[in-house]
């Protein structure tokens, strides 16, 4: 008798699947996740007369005991390796922006203070003005000084929200190691015409590494090693302050709804075929013909997109919002957050060319 009440239970269900699948299927529009390359302002915005700029690295510190190398383990060696890591990070990133010619100071200077691990006094202005004769740049950045860092810290037996040991399918405690390496540094811009510092600011950059395994000893040596993480922690700090002063590009996600109106079709094959002005034309033609209003959003949204891509923000602005008062949707109302964030962002670059 249960069996018989379960199997009338199990086809109601089915038979309620099927209807609600028959009605909402139909409805669900398809959307298609899409990128664009769009650029972003800096941070800061470095004066238009500094067009050339000579990197130089002038975190060579003194050495001040051999005993304290030994106890630090960190040697003169490898923290010159390091810092030129993230160098290396700086330069290839400033290399992506047309702001500024890059050149490279061959010589490492000595740092201001002793132990390199923070700012000390500038450089003067007569060797800033020798480097950039010798390069005929502008001006110099200096990374002033440097310092890293890697520690791996026991997380034995963590605990779920409940309070009970995690463990394994097998009931075995499941451990983990976390690896944390961290990089400090600190850069000057020196504009030699005008003799003052442009920017100066200190960057700080980490990351953690998670293992997990059957005994705390395997999940440590699981980890990043110390070298290869801190190594890592240097280039991406150069990187983050080489993004702080030049405008990038970044490819950005997007989406683009995809309809089965035989001219949105073919504006959709257009745009993803890389031809986003006759798709403009194309997606305008069936706006204009088209009568249900969620039809006509959806490609006015489209034709934001399409404006963005091509560059035309003013226009993707009126569609965008040409879509949301047709139909309310939330997507729509923050894509056009979106658009009046790269409107915003457009003085910004001017002042950064």
Known sequence: MLSLQKQKGNFYLFISLTLFLLIVMPSCKRIQAMEVRTQRPAKVTITSEIKKIVIVNRSKGRVTSILEGILTGESPEKDKLLAEECLRGLEQTLAKSERFTIARHDQTLQAATGASLQFGAPLDWETVNQICTQYGADAVLALEFFDSDYSVTNLTKPEDLQGKILTNQDGTPIFYAKGTANASAGFRLYHNAKKNIAYSDYYKYTRNWTEQANTVIEAAAKIIKGNDAIKLVSYDNGVAFAKSIVPLYYWEDRSMFLSKEFDSQKAQRQALAGDWETAAITWEGAYN?????????????????????????????????????????????YYAEIIDGLIADQERLENQK
């Not at 006509?296 to 997109?305: I, M």
């Open 289 to 333: 013909r088209l009568f249900d209003s969620k039809e006509k959003g959806e490609a006015a949204y489209n034709l934001a997109l399409t404006y963005e891509v091509l560059g035309d923000l003013e226009k993707a602005k009126f569609w965008i919002r040409e879509s949301y008062t047709l139909t309310g949707n939330k997507k729509a109302l």
